[in-house]
């Protein structure tokens, strides 16, 4: 059985090498045609490299073994040989690619691909990590806006701090008056005694002049509320009399000073209090830091207001206003629209209303 097996395939070894190749076929039907190269390239559209490479037997293996096949059997035809029969020794004459190799090929390239992927994963990742960083570290960042407004809202608030605050005239004046009754009580008390030991040493027999000057202790104490009265008339008394001028010591005429200061004091208290409050319209086209109280020091208004308000405000005259940002302020007093470009230059503000 084996000595059978093996003269069958030493006699297929021998009919295979007698077989022709497709090359030479073609080779030689060519030259008994008498065409050359060139002429069968032209006419199947090839290119001579490609004739000469069918006739060596040479396949190219760029090229897919299909196309080569379509080549032949074209070549055949125009040679006018049996197209199937050359195409047939064509396939015989060359084997195939073992399948192994493709499947071990393909094995590889999976292999790298899935090397690749993991690599294309881990560079995914840091990627997202610093994006996420850089976004965490923007949200984090103030805004230029707030470190620019940040300083000027505590300059502002520093020099409102500093800012002289009017005193009501009212207050003022009613501490003058108290101040002024007890100081004039206690000189009243003090010029009775002075008078009572000087006067009859150096004036005898004028009892007139010394009762019409000093005073009763009793009426002293009992009438020290009402000093204010009781100081006008001995001022008039000494203007008239030289003689009781004379008489009169330091501390009658320091009494008499103080009860005409007390009297001026007076009459521009009553003229304060009688003031007719003013009203106001304050319109922000920009937050603006404000501080605005009335002559009796009453705080109107304080702190930042918000672009778009229009504050409506009462106050009695004159007004202290204190602007952050004059330039984005619009101002009205009882309906009169109040100029102050002279203010708006970009600085802090201080005025008094009406202007």
């Keep these: 059985m084996v000595a059978e097996q093996q003269t069958t395939e030493e006699a297929g070894l021998a009919q295979e090498s007698t077989v022709p190749s497709p090359g030479k076929m073609l080779r030689e039907r060519r030259e008994s045609l008498g065409l050359t190269q060139q002429q069968i390239a032209d006419k199947l559209f090839l290119k001579v490299t490609q004739i000469n490479a069918l006739e060596e037997d040479a396949v190219d293996k760029t090229t897919s073994i299909t196309f080569t096949k379509g080549y032949v059997r074209n070549y055949a035809k125009q040679l006018g040989l049996n197209a199937e029969h ?152 000494i203007n008239e009399s030289n003689n009781l001028t004379a008489l009169v010591s330091d501390s009658d005429s320091g009494e008499i000073r103080l009860g005409s200061q007390v009297a001026s004091n007076s009459s521009s208290s009553g003229s304060q209090s009688g003031a007719v409050p003013i009203s106001m319209t304050f319109t922000f086209d920009d937050d603006c830091w404000v501080n605005i109280k009335d002559a009796t020091g009453e705080a109107i208004a304080y702190g930042v207001k918000q672009s778009g308000r229009v504050m409506e405000i009462q106050g009695v005259p004159p007004v202290a206003v204190t602007l952050g940002k004059p330039d984005n302020v619009r101002i009205s007093v009882n309906g009169d629209p109040v100029d102050i470009t002279a203010f708006q230059n970009g600085q802090i503000a201080r005025f008094s209303l009406p202007m």
């Design 86 to 237: 050359v195409v047939a020794a064509f396939e015989q004459y060359h084997t195939s690619v073992e399948p192994p190799a493709k499947l071990q090929s393909f094995s590889r390239r999976v292999a790298k691909q899935t090397h690749d992927d993991r690599w294309m994963m881990v560079t995914y990742i840091i990627l997202l990590l610093i994006i996420g960083g850089i976004v965490a570290w923007w949200v984090q960042q103030p805004s230029d806006e707030a470190i620019v407004e940040a300083p000027n809202l505590e300059k502002i608030k520093e020099e409102a701090a500093n800012t002289p605050i009017p005193q009501a005239t009212n207050r003022t004046n009613s501490g003058v008056l108290n101040g002024a009754s007890t100081n004039t009580a206690t000189s009243t008390n003090t010029g009775t005694d002075v008078q009572s030991t000087a006067l009859p040493q150096s004036i005898d027999g004028n009892s007139n002049v010394n009762n019409s000057v000093v005073p009763s202790p009793s009426n002293s104490q009992g009438n020290s509320s009402n000093t204010d009265d009781e100081s006008l008339p001995p001022s008039a008394g």
